[in-house]
């Protein structure tokens, strides 16, 4: 059974050599590896919105800075997983969704929390706020169709 990545998710990884790709596990369990990696994000989400709706920063930054590291581990484990018996399209695909979220994560949630924390409420600082939060959602938007591409490809190769 095939685990699909949800359009409420989000998601360039260097070509795998033989010895490094992943024959060891059923196409199952591999796709179900990766989508379950990627999928893991919802809770990180979860604490930021939570943070963010509570108007509490300091959390936020804390759950900002606790979600890059997770990202950085959830890349590491993706790259070692390596491809299916040579096939990387999944592994591309999350991983693409990854680096995306670690880009609004390092970048766009930092400028977000540093726009909010000001308090500000001008017309320029809230075209600012805008500007991120339209960017956020629609690379998270542009990950999870980039992801789900890539686990439609792979599971109709696969699928049995």
Do not use: P
Not at 26 to 36: C, G, K, P, R
Not at 105 to 121: N, S
């Amino acid at each position: 059974m095939f685990v699909k990545m949800t359009t409420s998710l989000f998601a360039l990884a260097a070509a795998c050599t033989m010895a490094a790709c992943n024959s060891s596990m059923d196409v199952a369990s591999y796709n179900n590896e990766l989508i379950t990696v990627i999928n893991d994000n919802e809770k990180q989400m979860a604490g930021m919105n939570e943070a963010m709706n509570s108007k509490d920063y300091t959390r936020a930054e804390q759950a900002r800075s606790t979600w890059s590291a997770t990202l950085d581990k959830q890349i590491k484990k993706v790259e070692d997983l390596g491809s299916y018996k040579g096939d990387d399209v999944l592994q591309k695909g999350v991983l693409n969704g990854l680096r995306t979220y670690k880009k609004v994560v390092t970048d766009d949630y930092r400028e977000l929390i540093t726009i909010r924390k000001a308090g500000i409420a001008d017309e320029a600082t809230a075209a600012k706020e805008e500007k991120a939060l339209n960017h956020i959602n629609s690379a998270f938007e542009q990950a999870a169709e980039e992801v789900n591409k890539a686990s439609d490809a792979f599971e109709k190769k696969y699928a049995k």
